[in-house]
């Protein structure tokens, strides 16, 4: 054996631990300056994460697809411990496979995604499997998703094909499709 063949292997690991030593120690440096934007963030009441493309999918307990939310991004605020949401869109899922589709400018969120509240041009509508199709807009609804409930004490309008009702307030059991406005009901309605 060449004693050049030792010295080449001893230069070769200690060229391989001198580069490990300095990209750990760069790493930690970057960890490090993670944490502090990461502090610096919440000190001023912003957000200390963020998420974008966001598709999260639930299941029963019986395994079926229960409901479904999409969001271009979603920021969480530690101190009120809340998911901010751009443009979400949620889809309950129906035994009859005709989801029930809420989409809003913006929503509110606890942390373990139960309950919404979803502001600015809100929409609940049936597919088009759904007849007659329609649509309910407000522009204020909170969303119930392990009890399948939406609610909203502001104005609120149905269309559909035959017709349009307006109301004050909405109390939605989305389960039973049982769909209650509180006061001053208008509509019009003409029969197919």
Do not use: C
């Not at 019986?62 to 991004?73: D, E």
């Amino acid at each position: 054996m060449n004693w050049r063949t030792p010295l080449f292997i001893a230069i070769l690991l200690l060229t391989a631990l001198g580069v490990w030593w300095l990209l750990s120690g760069e790493q930690a440096g970057n960890r490090l300056d993670f944490a502090l934007h990461a502090q610096q963030q919440r000190a001023a009441g912003g957000s200390d994460y963020y998420m974008e493309g966001v598709r999260s999918e639930q299941f029963s307990t019986a395994g079926q697809l229960a409901h479904v939310l999409q969001s271009p991004r979603i920021d969480h605020d530690p101190k009120l411990a809340q998911l901010r949401m751009q443009s979400p869109q949620v889809f309950l899922q129906r035994a009859d496979g005709e989801p029930w589709q809420l989409n809003a400018a913006t929503a509110l969120a606890n942390d373990d995604l139960q309950n919404i509240e979803l502001n600015g041009d809100v929409r609940l509508s049936r597919g088009q499997g759904f007849k007659p199709n329609m649509i309910i807009s407000t522009e204020h609804l909170q969303l119930d998703l392990q009890q399948e409930r939406a609610s909203t004490d502001n104005e609120v309008r149905f269309i559909n094909a035959y017709g349009e009702i307006t109301g004050i307030g909405l109390d939605a059991d989305l389960k039973t499709e049982v769909l209650n406005l509180q006061h001053h009901v208008r509509g019009r309605y003409a029969q197919p």
